[in-house]
């Protein structure tokens, strides 16, 4: 059983930057493939960024290249979606999710574990 908390949600202005965190508890493992998604209002919920540590894959939407990093921290089990120059077209519910494959694949059934989802609102 694994368990995932998003948690570094907010508010911002077009340009700001901000940090979202994904603490993992439970049965997990490093080689595990973490992941986030979005979804807007009225929106699929879409890839965003995931990663591999094992093989050292890397994988972000073409929408946020350049822009946004995933990174972790092992010793917390905590996974980092850092976000910079962000757009009112960012805003949305940002989900952690994580799977046991070591492919970052970019399909929501490809990952088995989920996180309840945080709040990033980007205004004008």
């Known amino acids: 059983q694994v368990q995932l908390v998003e948690s570094g949600g907010g508010l911002v202005q077009a340009g700001d930057s901000l940090r979202l965190s994904c603490a993992a508890s439970?049965?997990?493992?490093?080689?595990?493939?973490m992941a986030w998604f979005r979804q807007a209002p009225g929106k699929e919920r879409e890839f965003v960024a995931g990663?591999?540590?094992?093989?050292?894959?890397?994988v972000y939407a073409d929408s946020v290249k350049g822009r946004f990093t995933i990174s972790r921290d092992n010793a917390k089990r905590t996974t980092y979606l850092q976000m910079n120059s962000l757009k009112p077209d960012d805003t949305a519910v940002y989900y952690c999710?994580?799977?046991?494959?070591?492919?970052?694949?970019?399909?929501?059934?490809?990952?088995?574990?989920w996180g309840q989802g945080t709040q990033v609102t980007v205004s004008s």
């Open positions: 990663k591999n540590w094992s093989v050292g894959s890397t």
């Open positions: 439970g049965r997990t493992f490093s080689s595990y493939t």
């Open positions: 999710a994580a799977t046991t494959s070591t492919i970052v694949a970019v399909r929501r059934s490809s990952y088995d574990y």
